[in-house]
């Protein structure tokens, strides 16, 4: 699973909800520490967190978790590849 390729779709389904380019929406992406399979996707704001969670975009190749967030500001979403599943 390549992190750049997750960022890279999560964007795209960002920009389709905004209709333009969003260079300063944050979105980070990490290895999961807790699955080596796994990776986390930080994003901003709520509106941002719905597009990535059901986008096309990320749901092609990968399913989703929503995550609660340990404070501070946006929300989590574990990104796995499709035919891997909880261990």
């Known amino acids: 699973?390549?992190?750049?390729?997750?960022?890279?779709?999560?964007?795209?389904?960002?920009?389709?909800?905004?209709?333009?380019?969003?260079?300063?929406?944050?979105?980070?992406?990490?290895?999961?520490?807790?699955?080596?399979?796994?990776?986390?996707l930080h994003v901003d704001s709520g509106g941002n967190v719905i597009v990535c969670n059901q986008a096309p975009h990320l749901e092609a190749g990968y399913t989703t978790e929503l995550l609660p967030s340990p404070g501070g500001f946006g929300m989590l979403i574990r990104i796995r590849p499709r035919s891997s599943g909880p261990r």
Do not use: S
């Open 1 to 40: 699973m390549q992190l750049t390729d997750i960022e890279r779709r999560a964007r795209a389904a960002v920009t389709d909800r905004i209709q333009r380019a969003v260079d300063d929406t944050v979105l980070t992406v990490t290895r999961d520490p807790e699955h080596e399979d796994a990776a986390i």
